[in-house]
């Protein structure tokens, strides 16, 4: 361990968690933008079933993504109680439709391990690693991979 | 950003204007309509190039402008008879200072060689008239462009300045008050004023409106001409100044500067004659201000969300049962009609002539002339059309390359123009107008035509139609349109870049326009562009298929209809056509392209009959037709990836996002289908 990893050990990073399914999911604070309740979505063509539709977001037209579909682990059935959180990543902007918010946590970086090798599947594309705390385990996605995926040759063949 | 990068910037914009006002008056000078007034315009275009790349040091820049001026100078004192020769000479060194100025511009510094032919032009033109002593002594001055400041320059003793002061109207309009500049020189040095009344009429023809009053001003002391000027900074556009020293000591021009800026000569030391004239000329036409394009951007869409707002209150409304005669409803008839013109108001900030592209023009044509020996005239109407900025922006690369084509296919060799009976100087037209809310433009040659026969046996041999195909000419002609398809032999250097006009048909379409192209053959080719004036609002017709809403663009709508069952005829591998009074068109349902369940059967729907853009007509089935409204596009591409058939969103009365058809893919997605459909059964 060089001196370099001790010191971003001690960084501290907050992530805000929610439910899919029956797992606990992290993002990085700073890639969410706002919170709302699910509303329904006007579906586009010949889109992947993890791609939801599109949201009238205070005149932006926002792709909503089923995180739960998104990792291979089957469509949401959305109700109002189901929560859309609305991450920006680099230019864009999308909405990830999961089932609810949960918690803020912070953590240091030398709380989070790295992707456990075993773990190659549709998820293992997204996580940046996984927290650690307590009894919990947190699965950190990375937003950037997720909103990247949503354009050209990932969503070609995932489609 | 770093200022001094700001004003950099600010000057590269400004280059911009003056070298196409530079080449509008060498176009002027060429076709013989140039008198003094255009002269001097390109005198004080270049001369400002000139003066602002001397303040960034760009030296070539500079020595070119310099020699270009000379000439430029002796055609303005008349000393040089401004014959063809001499317009295309100029008319080329007005494209190599372009080239200067980019090259400034990207930060390199342009090959000697690339400007030395020209400059040897333009010195053998300074020479013409013989025994020039201004040419001897610009000729004899090693140029330096250094920044100097004026003060230094002025004899150290100064004694003190005489002034002459006459503002003009517009220096009263914009509120300057000349007693306070007076004021002010006064506490530079000791100073006394003598009203000048020459200008003054009599009193019955006086206009309260103008300016009659000028100043003599004799400031004493040993003062730099700069803290003067600094004086006038704000109105020198706006007034005749003229800053005399009291005594003029006989200067000693130190070696190496040039020696326009720093004679004391009355012309030139009445501050910036040119920058003068300019601001006087620029006054004569019309006031602009310059606007950060995000801060329009940012008014547009507020004006669009306003629009969205004003919809959904109109719905809302509706929904209350309120009826459209009440108070209200009157209310909310005059905020649409006002809503409608602030939007109309927004979107004309954003639009400029098509001038800004058509100019580049005229310069490809000579350059491709050159290239190809031809003799090509270009004929350009209607650049006062004006289009939204963005359009115009795009439309520079398609234009190019139809140019392009028109002169090296279209057009015939002077040798072949004259056997076939034409005159050995080919005429490309270039022309826009507004038609029917739409801008047209065109671009059309009088060369030899598109030859039916080659582009037919190119097209089976890129195997893009089968060999037993039947084409109608017009089908023929729309070929050139096709992926892969280039008619050129031999890729030449003008027309094979790897574009080819499927990439033009791509811009336009992109653009939200068609391109169709007529030929004649031995009489010439015209390729017409027909373009949105905005990007940013839609008229279309807003119809439900299945639970979905989606919004056709009007512009592709020919006529909507309900269809019979006798006219459905079923056609291949099932698919319909439907009789449209004699005509046969390609039934297609919209829900079954877009994959959407549960939509109504052709017969109980409603067919719209659209027509894309070189394809031919579609009728498409929806469900109903919910109304007709303009609507605001917003792309989700940025936040998405692109569909096909879909060309973007908008957001409905009721806040929901709508799909906007995109009618030329909905037919491409239609054929790829049908292509499909033919080749399984065959194939197999």
Redesign the interface.
Known sequence: MSTETIENASIRRQFITFHSGDQEFGADIMAIREIRGWT????????PDF?R????LR?????VVDLKARLGRGCTDPDPKHVVVVVKAG????GLLVDAVSDILTVTAGDIQPTPDLARDAQAEFVEGIAVLDNRMVTILSMDRLAAS???EG?AQAA | MDPMEAIKQTYFQECEELLLAMEEGLIAIQSGEADSEVINAVFRAVHSIKGGGGAFGFENLVAFAHIFETVLDHLRSGTLAADEEVATVLLRAGDVLADHVQAARNGEILAAEHDREIKQQLETLSGKEGGCDAAGDFDGIDFKPAVIALDDLDPAAQQGWRIHFAPHAALYAKANEPALLVRELATLGETAVTSDLSRLPALDVIEPDQAYFAWDIVLKGDIARDKIEEVFEFVVGDCELDIQPLETPAPETPEGLDVETMAPQPEVAAGQPEKKEAHAAAEAAKQTIRVDLDKVDRLVNLVGELVITQAMLSQRVAECKIPRSSPIGDGLNELEHLLRELQESVMAIRTQPVKSVFQRMPRLVRELAAQTNKKVRLVVEGEGTEVDKTVIERLGEPLTHMIRNAVDHGLETPDERAAAGKPEEGTVTLSAEHRGGRIVIEVSDDGRGINRARVREKAIERELIAASAQLSDEEIDNLIFMPGFSTASQVSNISGRGVGMDVVRRNIVDLGGRITIGSAPKSGSRFSLTLPLTLAVLDGMVVAVGDQTFVLPLAHIIESLKPQPQDIRPFGHGRHLLNVRGAYVPLVQVSELMGIKGAAKPLDGVVILVESQGTGRLALVVDAILGQHQVVIKSFEGNYRHIDGIAAATILGDGRVALILDVDGLVGRCRSQLADAELQPTGT
């Open positions: 329904k979505t006007t579906s586009l063509p010949h889109a791609v539709g599109v949201i009238n005149g932006v037209v926002l792709p230019e864009r902007t999308i949503l354009v050209g969503l």
